[in-house]
């Protein structure tokens, strides 16, 4: 059994979706019958619907329920061409799914830009307008009764015979399915989980939150249109009937309970509604029952819908046949780092100005000013509570600031969204590690390059040369970064199952790929074990020396001390010292106001301190 299983995993992955798709392709050749055939047909309409729901809801995290009413659209589209005699069945998809598409965006800006409940209201809205929508254009659409009026579809000019049909849906959704993957596996795919996870992350690496949010609901859009344009021709008759939120909620239970985190998962999702929903008569009574169980099914159950049950099997086999973890799992090597190549950096100083946040009464920071020179590392220092990250947030641009100035390599940043701001060279890591779920070490690192060489929707879906050429570079950087922080043996596990101290390690590698001018580390060795703590300096060191400006927000006074070119010292809000790390570790008030708070505990305490390299000479 396992021998098979070793033998079945050597075959690439994409045979097993070619191979189903091939066989559904040759099956009336086998004779399968009228029913099945229909089913086969409607499953798949279904399938194309519920993998627009699955990029829009799974993967880019917006709570959109509105696939049922771009469905209708892309029907009513191509009805209407049908009915005003263009027949020909491709300009019909094709005008269904840009019919869909700007449904999508004109309902998506409102609807984003209010936030999630206020996209799913909106979504939820439209689905029930339809049949007023429809009502409205009764003259076009043939109103509630439906339109009657198509005529028979034409593909090149010739008329495409009712069995031709049934080619014409499984090849559209063969076709749609590969760009879809081809999609989720892109960068643009993995910027959707990254904005999932968080859009103070996403904006920190230069993605625009509101775009890219607008792109994951509008593209999930497009194959709902497609849908809608088969369906269409399938019975040559469009009612609403067939775009109700009942059918909504259907969608919504196949996108769940087939995984909608997932490519394939759409189909699984889609046949289990689609059979069960011909099956029998009472189900179609009892069907929002039936829907409300699958939801609960798959949401409680199967987190993860039958894909995450599919990927959970494999994994154990994999186990089982000692295919996993895939590369042998070494000790983390601190000594790589060396190794890797970093390429001097364009430099440039940043400058805080009279910086200066309240948070209601809460004066975070009162005019705080420094300057972090490119090339050395300037470390902040203070208490719990002091204003630290309060000033990397500022510095990002994820809050407004009310006064002062921040200027980063001579550009001021004055009211900059904090996507702009990344693109000027700034990133960061987090005090609590942001890494999405369900993206591999590598990619976590891959989607720090996401300014870097950018690649088009269409040359990630054509996996062009220039695609593959920057996916070479990506995952080559990648890779270097890993080995800088020793962390290149794991680069195939999923990143959000590491223990902290490595999701840490994750987040320097995923700032350093982009070869930032300003590098942020928010208590970056909190949680490290002591071999960590030696390679986070060493990569702090190499990064500095390739003219990187380093803010080092640190409570290990040791590390501190051993990395720091010039220290600053935060006390509730305002600078108590500035100076080098001698004159710090001498100041008096420092010694009074923070280092008396480190030795009681506030903070990792002595004993790791004295445990750290020595301070370089330099
Ligand atoms: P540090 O990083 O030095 O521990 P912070 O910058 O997180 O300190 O916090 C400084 C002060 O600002 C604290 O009193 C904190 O409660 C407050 N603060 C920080 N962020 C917010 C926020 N988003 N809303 C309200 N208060 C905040
Ligand atoms: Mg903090």
């Not at 510095?395 to 693109?423: K, M, N, Q």
Request: hydrophobic fraction near 50%.
């Amino acid at each position: 059994m396992l021998q098979f299983w070793t033998a079945v995993r050597k075959v690439p992955t994409w045979v097993f979706p070619a191979a189903i798709g091939l066989f559904v392709l040759v099956l009336p050749l086998l004779g399968p019958g009228y029913e099945l055939t229909r089913q086969i047909e409607l499953t798949l309409i279904l399938a194309l619907v519920v993998s627009g729901l699955n990029i829009s809801l799974g993967y880019a995290g917006q709570l959109a329920v509105g696939q049922a009413a771009m469905y209708a659209a892309g029907a009513y589209t191509a009805g209407m061409l049908s009915s005003a005699g263009h027949t020909d069945l491709l300009l019909q998809i094709v005008a269904a799914g840009l019919a869909a598409l700007l449904v999508g965006i004109l309902t998506g800006i409102p609807g984003l830009r209010l936030g999630s409940w206020s996209l799913a209201m909106t979504s939820f809205f439209l689905v029930l307008l339809v049949p007023d929508i429809v009502d409205i254009f009764e003259e076009d659409t043939g109103g509630h009764l439906g339109l009657t009026t198509m005529l028979n579809p034409t593909l090149f000019g010739r008329p495409l015979a009712a069995e031709a049909m049934y080619y014409v849906i499984v090849i559209v959704t063969i076709i749609w399915f590969t760009v879809f993957r081809n999609v989720v596996a892109s960068r643009h795919g993995i910027a959707f989980q990254v904005l999932k996870q968080s859009p103070v992350l996403a904006s920190s690496v230069g993605m625009s939150v509101f775009r890219t949010k607008l792109i994951g609901y509008a593209i999930g859009a497009v194959p709902a249109g497609f849908g809608g344009a088969l369906l269409a021709n399938l019975d040559l008759f469009v009612t609403p009937e067939s775009f109700t939120f009942h059918v909504a909620t259907g969608v919504l239970a196949a996108s769940i309970l087939g995984g909608s985190m997932s490519v394939y998962g759409a189909v699984f999702g889609a046949s289990i509604i689609q059979f069960n929903n011909d099956q029998s008569s009472n189900f179609a009574e009892y069907s929002l029952v039936f829907f409300g169980a699958f939801l609960l099914i798959g949401g409680v159950l199967l987190r993860g819908g039958v894909a995450g049950l599919l990927r959970t099997g494999i994994r154990r086999l994999d186990r089982a046949a000692g295919l996993w973890p895939r590369r042998p799992a070494g000790a983390a090597s601190g000594g790589a780092a060396d190794a890797v190549e970093l390429p001097p950096i364009e430099a440039g100083a940043l400058e805080v100005a009279e910086a200066a946040k309240a948070f209601g009464g809460n004066h975070a920071l009162r005019g705080v000013s420094l300057r972090a020179e490119p090339g050395q590392v300037t470390a902040l220092i203070g208490p719990n509570g002091s204003g630290k990250t309060t000033l990397l947030n500022l510095v990002c641009g994820f809050y407004r600031r009310d006064a002062g100035r921040i200027i980063v390599a001579g550009t001021a940043i004055d009211g900059a969204s904090p996507h702009r701001i990344a693109r000027l060279g700034v990133t960061r890591t987090f005090q609590t590690p942001l890494i999405p779920p369900g993206v591999s070490v590598a990619e976590v690192v891959v989607s720090g390059r996401y300014t870097s060489d950018e690649v088009g929707f269409l040359s990630a879906v054509l996996r062009g040369p220039k695609f593959r050429r920057v996916r070479r570079r990506d995952l080559a950087r990648a890779e270097d970064m890993l080995r800088l922080v020793g962390l290149e043996h794991l680069s195939d596990t999923e990143a959000a199952t590491l223990p902290l101290g490595q999701r840490r390690m994750l987040e320097v590698a995923r700032a350093l790929v982009r070869e930032p001018k300003v590098l942020l580390l928010d208590e970056a060795a909190s949680g490290l074990d002591e071999t960590e703590v030696e390679t986070l300096a060493a990569v702090i060191r190499r990064i500095r020396d390739a003219g990187c400006a380093v803010i080092l927000v640190e409570h290990n006074f040791g590390l501190v001390l051993s990395l720091a070119d010039r220290i600053v010292v935060l006390a509730r809000g305002a600078v108590l010292a500035e100076g080098t790390p001698e004159e710090i570790e001498n100041d008096v008030r420092v010694r009074d106001e923070y280092l008396g708070i480190v030795e009681s505990g506030d903070a990792p305490a002595g004993e790791e301190a004295e445990t750290l390299p020595e301070r370089t000479a330099k």
